[in-house]
């Protein structure tokens, strides 16, 4: 039978190795794609609509609950667009500490993602420990790297998952130095096992998949930005986070408890990726290097890249951590008193996984009126079908059923979505069909 | 290092999610080179964020992350009982109902319909509901998350073949054996450390804060006597009500709390 008669319907009814829960239908006829949908059905949590009513100072620990895996991004985001609408100026040691900690979780969540999520794909490997036996000072290696991302987020928030360290307008407490110093040495001993990383990720050998695609990516004129800048595009928009309502919309789709958000009416991309696509030129010197050794040319157009992207961005991070500890002092408090005022209050930082924007509308007393909150993965949504449609095609649909399958959850796991993130949504009604 | 009797046959062991955030998973995810060792004792049956996929098989023991919130966890709870020796319910989701269980009581069903632009899509049970609303559950424990140590502590009681320890103890007893200064006393914040579970290491007050409750009640939790503490604070009653209806608002202690501030303060 030729491809141009087949006929084949996959449906992956779990897909393993991603944070929360989804699936893939595929319906191939007459050697044409007939259906594709990402499902996403993990059950929607209602986050924004508890959050009301709840006061400004239990909201970092509130929003830290939509997800395990990032929760600094949605506490650091909450306390950024509150000290704003507050106009709380933060102590230039919290606002260095912040970035420290939220390098932490990028260490942490890159490193889980490379090892144990997406790097057994291209190894013929099941999972993480089917490929410790044929890897294992690899595998060992990232554990480490993710361990010394959980204990830079342990010094400022007592534990990795949920935090407790985050206040609006600074941080509950302060390391002291001797736990800094002790930091210091474990990250500068990192460094080389970064490196080491990044060249073991460039060798992995990746399909040549290449698409046209959007990327968008918070960008700040010094630093290569995680915690702070503005939101800009790949056709050269920028533009400040409470403009984000002007140019990204949101949509609901019956297959779907996420949201599809799209940029003028077209699918985008967020994440590591998309970061060094329109940031590369703000790493540091040593991590360029080692980004030019590893031959990855950008922009790249290849999600593939993605993984080689994570690695990048941990080197990143440590350095970071790194310069930012260099001279550390504690200070006379970790925190600047606040003054709620009523008002609306917008923030954007980059989680692990791409843009989070958080929006809150405040009482004069300090309480939630409204909120909403628009997370990486859907963002990453209908990027994430259309890639399905054009890498499968690419690909060769004449495959078998189980090589296809494999190239779809391969292509998935580049975007690392995390379903319970992109799930917790209370909107209102957007369909504008 | 502490090896029970070499056993030749590993026991099997699955992880299943139900609606949660997937922190209580980074428990063994987050175990580091451990979870390799880990890996080697037991036999990881169906873990479908790290990778095996099989809910089908019975295994030994299944840890139970995440609460019932749809018509089809209806089912899987049943199902995932029927196919485990060991049904053991970890983090706050599971044992209360977990922060979306602040659904409960107040979801209508234009929740959905205002929101959803197709609402038939979108299954949603009204309540969030612990695991032990649904099945027999073994061994519950609380924490929004578990910890490593916490999740470690109880494979190898299994492991060994002992009942897991349950701490049911108050934070306070923690604070005392580190040596914190009591944050309500020294600092006059409305701390919920009386009446909430150890085993998290007393981590909010270790930084100076207050402990918002996210280990869930303890033993003979005193809520009465803390609601009026909080009172003469200067808390509204509605404050009050937000400090126990939050992380595990369906925990009876904290909901049964609230309601008494609820009526008291409709007097």
């Given at each position: 039978?030729?491809?141009?008669?087949?006929?084949?319907?996959?449906h992956?009814?779990?897909?393993a190795?991603?944070?929360g829960?989804?699936?893939?239908?595929?319906?191939?006829?007459?050697g044409?794609i007939?259906e594709?949908?990402?499902?996403?059905?993990?059950p929607?949590r209602?986050?924004e609509?508890?959050l009301?009513?709840r006061h400004?100072?239990?909201?970092?620990d509130?929003?830290?609950?939509?997800?395990g895996i990032?929760?600094?991004?949605?506490?650091v985001?909450a306390?950024?667009?509150?000290?704003k609408?507050?106009?709380?100026?933060?102590?230039p040691?919290?606002?260095?500490m912040?970035?420290?900690f939220?390098c932490?979780e990028w260490?942490?969540?890159?490193?889980l993602?490379?090892?144990?999520?997406a790097a057994?794909?291209?190894?013929?490997c099941?999972?993480?420990?089917?490929l410790?036996r044929?890897?294992?000072e690899?595998?060992?290696?990232?554990?480490?790297?993710?361990?010394?991302?959980n204990?830079l987020m342990?010094?400022?928030?007592?534990?990795?998952?949920?935090?407790?360290?985050?206040?609006?307008?600074?941080?509950?407490?302060?390391?002291s130095?001797?736990?800094?110093?002790?930091m210091?040495?474990?990250?500068?001993a990192?460094?080389?096992?970064?490196e080491?990383?990044?060249?073991?990720a460039?060798?992995?050998p990746?399909p040549q998949?290449d698409?046209?695609?959007?990327?968008v990516?918070?960008?700040?004129?010094?630093?290569?930005?995680?915690?702070r800048?503005?939101?800009?595009?790949?056709?050269?928009?920028?533009?400040?986070a409470?403009?984000?309502d002007?140019?990204?919309a949101?949509?609901?789709?019956?297959?779907s408890t996420?949201?599809f958000?799209t940029?003028?009416h077209?699918?985008?991309?967020?994440?590591p990726?998309?970061?060094l696509?329109?940031?590369h030129v703000?790493?540091p010197?040593?991590?360029?290097?080692?980004?030019?050794?590893?031959?990855?040319?950008l922009?790249?157009?290849n999600?593939?890249?993605?993984?080689?992207?994570?690695?990048?961005?941990?080197l990143?991070a440590l350095h970071?951590?790194?310069?930012?500890?260099?001279?550390y002092?504690v200070?006379d408090s970790?925190?600047?008193?606040v003054?709620?005022?009523?008002?609306?209050?917008?923030?954007?930082?980059?989680a692990?996984?791409g843009?989070?924007?958080?929006?809150?509308?405040?009482?004069?007393e300090?309480?939630?009126v409204?909120?909403?909150i628009v997370?990486?993965?859907?963002?990453?949504q209908?990027?994430?079908?259309?890639?399905?449609r054009?890498s499968?095609l690419?690909?060769?649909l004449?495959h078998?059923?189980?090589?296809?399958?494999?190239?779809c959850e391969?292509?998935?796991?580049?975007y690392?979505?995390c379903?319970s993130?992109?799930t917790?949504?209370?909107?209102?009604n957007?369909d504008?069909a | 290092?502490?090896?029970?009797?070499a056993?030749?046959?590993?026991?099997?062991?699955a992880?299943?999610?139900f609606?949660?955030c997937?922190?209580?998973?980074?428990?063994?995810?987050?175990?580091?080179?451990d979870?390799?060792?880990?890996?080697?004792?037991?036999?990881?049956?169906h873990?479908?964020?790290?990778?095996p996929?099989?809910?089908?098989?019975?295994?030994?023991?299944?840890?139970v992350?995440?609460s019932?919130?749809t018509?089809?966890?209806?089912?899987?709870?049943?199902?995932?009982?029927?196919?485990?020796?060991?049904?053991?319910a970890?983090?706050?989701?599971?044992?209360s109902?977990g922060?979306q269980?602040l659904?409960n009581?107040?979801?209508?069903?234009?929740?959905?319909?205002?929101i959803?632009?197709?609402?038939?899509?979108?299954a949603?049970?009204?309540?969030?509901?612990p695991i032990?609303?649904h099945?027999?559950?073994?061994?519950?424990?609380?924490g929004?998350?578990v910890?490593?140590?916490?999740?470690?502590?109880?494979?190898?009681?299994?492991l060994?073949?002992?009942?897991?320890?349950?701490?049911?103890?108050?934070?306070?007893?923690e604070c005392?054996?580190?040596?914190?200064?009591c944050?309500?006393?020294?600092?006059g914040?409305?701390?919920?450390?009386?009446?909430?579970?150890?085993?998290?290491?007393?981590?909010?007050?270790?930084l100076?804060?207050?402990?918002?409750?996210?280990?869930?009640?303890?033993?003979n939790?005193n809520?009465g006597?803390?609601a009026?503490?909080f009172?003469?604070q200067?808390?509204?009653p509605?404050?009050?009500v937000?400090?126990?209806?939050?992380?595990?608002?369906?925990?009876?202690?904290?909901?049964?709390?609230?309601?008494?501030?609820?009526?008291?303060?409709?007097d």
């Amino acid at each position: 039978m030729t491809d141009q008669q087949r006929s084949v319907a996959i449906h992956v009814p779990v897909l393993a190795r991603v944070e929360g829960e989804g699936a893939l239908d595929l319906r191939i006829e007459d050697g044409d794609i007939a259906e594709l949908r990402l499902r996403i059905f993990e059950p929607p949590r209602f986050f924004e609509k508890f959050l009301e009513g709840r006061h400004y100072t239990e909201i970092p620990d509130m929003v830290a609950r939509i997800c395990g895996i990032c929760p600094v991004a949605y506490q650091v985001t909450a306390a950024q667009a509150l000290e704003k609408l507050f106009g709380v100026e933060l102590d230039p040691w919290a606002r260095d500490m912040r970035r420290v900690f939220y390098c932490g979780e990028w260490i942490q969540s890159h490193s889980l993602h490379i090892h144990l999520l997406a790097a057994p794909d291209f190894f013929g490997c099941n999972n993480a420990i089917e490929l410790a036996r044929i890897a294992p000072e690899e595998v060992r290696r990232g554990l480490r790297i993710q361990a010394l991302g959980n204990e830079l987020m342990d010094l400022f928030g007592a534990r990795s998952v949920h935090p407790v360290g985050v206040r609006i307008g600074g941080f509950h407490g302060a390391p002291s130095l001797a736990r800094i110093q002790a930091m210091r040495e474990k990250l500068r001993a990192a460094l080389p096992e970064a490196e080491a990383l990044i060249r073991w990720a460039a060798a992995i050998p990746m399909p040549q998949d290449d698409q046209a695609f959007v990327s968008v990516a918070t960008h700040h004129p010094t630093d290569y930005a995680i915690e702070r800048g503005q939101i800009a595009v790949s056709d050269g928009l920028r533009i400040e986070a409470d403009a984000f309502d002007a140019h990204f919309a949101e949509q609901h789709v019956p297959h779907s408890t996420a949201l599809f958000s799209t940029y003028h009416h077209q699918p985008y991309l967020v994440g590591p990726l998309a970061r060094l696509n329109l940031n590369h030129v703000r790493l540091p010197e040593q991590v360029r290097a080692l980004l030019t050794e590893s031959g990855l040319a950008l922009p790249s157009r290849n999600l593939f890249h993605s993984l080689l992207a994570r690695a990048v961005e941990i080197l990143l991070a440590l350095h970071e951590a790194l310069r930012l500890l260099d001279g550390y002092r504690v200070p006379d408090s970790p925190w600047v008193p606040v003054t709620p005022r009523a008002g609306v209050a917008i923030g954007c930082t980059e989680a692990p996984r791409g843009l989070l924007w958080h929006r809150y509308e405040m009482d004069g007393e300090g309480r939630v009126v409204n909120a909403r909150i628009v997370p990486p993965t859907s963002q990453n949504q209908g990027r994430i079908e259309e890639d399905l449609r054009l890498s499968l095609l690419n690909f060769g649909l004449d495959h078998p059923d189980d090589a296809l399958r494999l190239h779809c959850e391969k292509v998935i796991r580049n975007y690392d979505p995390c379903i319970s993130c992109a799930t917790h949504f209370l909107r209102f009604n957007l369909d504008r069909a | 290092m502490n090896t029970p009797k070499a056993d030749p046959i590993k026991p099997r062991v699955a992880v299943h999610k139900f609606s949660s955030c997937d922190g209580c998973q980074l428990a063994f995810l987050n175990l580091g080179e451990d979870l390799l060792t880990l890996a080697g004792r037991v036999e990881l049956v169906h873990f479908a964020e790290a990778g095996p996929l099989d809910p089908d098989t019975d295994v030994d023991v299944a840890f139970v992350e995440g609460s019932v919130s749809t018509a089809e966890d209806l089912e899987r709870i049943q199902h995932i009982r029927q196919h485990s020796g060991l049904l053991i319910a970890i983090g706050a989701c599971a044992t209360s109902g977990g922060i979306q269980g602040l659904r409960n009581g107040v979801f209508g069903e234009n929740w959905v319909t205002q929101i959803y632009s197709h609402p038939e899509a979108i299954a949603s049970l009204e309540r969030s509901t612990p695991i032990s609303s649904h099945v027999k559950v073994d061994f519950e424990l609380w924490g929004c998350p578990v910890s490593g140590p916490q999740m470690l502590a109880v494979v190898n009681s299994l492991l060994l073949g002992v009942t897991p320890r349950d701490n049911a103890d108050k934070v306070c007893t923690e604070c005392k054996r580190r040596g914190y200064p009591c944050i309500m006393v020294t600092r006059g914040i409305a701390c919920m450390g009386p009446v909430t579970r150890a085993g998290c290491g007393a981590l909010c007050p270790s930084l100076g804060r207050d402990c918002y409750g996210c280990y869930g009640p303890a033993e003979n939790a005193n809520t009465g006597a803390l609601a009026v503490q909080f009172r003469s604070q200067g808390l509204s009653p509605e404050a009050v009500v937000q400090r126990f209806q939050s992380i595990n608002s369906q925990a009876p202690v904290f909901l049964a709390a609230a309601d008494r501030i609820r009526i008291k303060s409709h007097d």
